[in-house]
C-alpha cells in the first residue's frame, strides 16, 4: 500500500459502459516519491519504473536546495558559485551542476577542478540579475 495523507486523495464513482468505477485523484505534493515497492515516474502516458537516477533524483528534490539544483541541471542552466574561505569571497564562477544528491552538490566550473559542497555549508539566492541561481559555499577556517 501506497502511503498518501488523506488531504491529498479525492475519490468519486463514475459509471463507465455501464459499470461503476472509483476514480482516485491524487493532489500534487512536495514530500515525493510516494511508494511500497519500485519507483514509478510517468513518461507521456505511461508509468514506467524509475532508474536507479531518476529515483535519486527524486529522493534528493525533498530537499529544496536540491531540488532547485536538480531543475538546473535539467535545464542545462550554469549557476554561479563562489567559495567563502577565511571571510575573503572568491570571485563567483559560472558553473554546472555536475551531481546532486540530498545532501550535497559537485559543480564544474569552465577551468580548473570540480567544486564539491555540503548543504551545510551551502547558500542559494540569486544572481545580480535575479534570475541566474547563485550558490555561496562557506568553508571552515
Not at 73 to 94: A, H
Request: with cysteine.
Amino acid at each position: 500500500m501506497i502511503y498518501q495523507p488523506d488531504e491529498f486523495l479525492v475519490g468519486t464513482v463514475v459509471e463507465s459502459e455501464g459499470k461503476h468505477v472509483v476514480a482516485v485523484i491524487v493532489q500534487p505534493d512536495h514530500n515525493r516519491p510516494h511508494f511500497a515497492g519500485p519507483a514509478f515516474v510517468r513518461v507521456s502516458s505511461e508509468s514506467v519504473k524509475a532508474s536507479e537516477q531518476v529515483f535519486e533524483d527524486l529522493i534528493a528534490t525533498r530537499s529544496s536546495k536540491a531540488r532547485q539544483l536538480l531543475e538546473a541541471m535539467r535545464k542545462g542552466e550554469l549557476v554561479s558559485v563562489s567559495v567563502w574561505i577565511f571571510g575573503n569571497r572568491s570571485t563567483p564562477q559560472d558553473c554546472k551542476v555536475v551531481e546532486c544528491t540530498p545532501w550535497f552538490a559537485v559543480f564544474q566550473p569552465n577551468s580548473g577542478g570540480p567544486i564539491p559542497a555540503d548543504f551545510e555549508r551551502v547558500r542559494l539566492g540569486r544572481a545580480g540579475d535575479g534570475k541566474q541561481l547563485s550558490v555561496e559555499i562557506t568553508h571552515s577556517t
